[in-house]
T-cell receptor
């Protein structure tokens, strides 16, 4: 089957750095994405990794290791507005009979002053 | 506003009734997805379309659920004979890319369904 695991909750201090991990099991892996969702809001895209390595977008970075079936989202210079749920998502190769998109259960990030 | 829109935003219905939701994707996007999300969980994939063709459908989607995208633009999701377990947020997303990938998906605000 296909599954993703990420921590359910993380707490961090404003201005600090936090890392949210994601491990996955899937057939025909295609890519790993991260989404942010504030309470009552819709998920918004943060980053996408198809190849191993680090992708940086402003204060957010995402890392992927395909050999380890592992990725993480790194948030730097945390701000109160970063308090939200963060989801990793994977899909198998497009067009395959087993292809579908799987989201993790989400990590609720709480920022303390 | 050129984002993904969904209608209605909220729907309260009685068990056994049929409901229909509409999604209007970003105009140049040919991929459209439907998800269901319950409190404390991630979006659960239901189905997706490339233009008007429904290319993937989750095995979790019972026969009571049907989705259409007749002209390759807006889409509708219908739930027949609603059950209390159908209460959830129904999210629509669109993507400009081909293939079932997790490249950028743009989500709409969702339709919150409550089945009494």
């Amino acid at each position: 089957g296909q599954s993703l695991e990420q921590p359910s909750e993380v707490t961090a201090v404003e201005g600090a750095i936090v890392q949210i991990n994601c491990t996955y099991q899937t057939s025909g892996f295609y890519g790993l994405s991260w989404y942010q969702q504030h309470d009552g809001g819709a998920p918004t895209f943060l980053s996408y990794n198809a190849l191993d390595g680090l992708e940086e977008t402003g204060r957010f970075s995402s890392f992927l290791s395909r050999s380890d079936s592992y990725g993480y989202l790194l948030l730097q210079e945390l701000q109160m507005k970063d308090s939200a749920s963060y989801f990793c998502a994977v899909s198998s190769a497009p067009g395959s009979s087993a292809s579908k998109i799987i989201f993790g259960s989400g990590t609720r990030l709480s920022i303390r002053p | 506003d050129t984002g993904v829109s969904q209608d209605p935003r909220h729907k309260i219905t009685k068990r056994g009734q049929n409901v229909t939701f509409r999604c209007d994707p970003i105009s140049e996007h040919n991929r459209l997805y439907w998800y269901r999300q319950t409190l404390g969980q991630g979006p659960e994939f239901l189905t997706y379309f490339q233009n008007e063709a429904q290319l993937e459908k989750s095995r979790l989607l019972s026969d009571r659920f049907s989705a259409e995208r007749p002209k390759g633009s807006f889409s509708t999701l219908e739930i027949q004979r609603t059950e209390q377990g159908d209460s959830a947020m129904y999210l629509c997303a669109s993507s400009p890319r081909g293939g079932l990938s997790t490249d950028t998906q743009y989500f709409g605000p969702g339709t919150r369904l409550t089945v009494l």
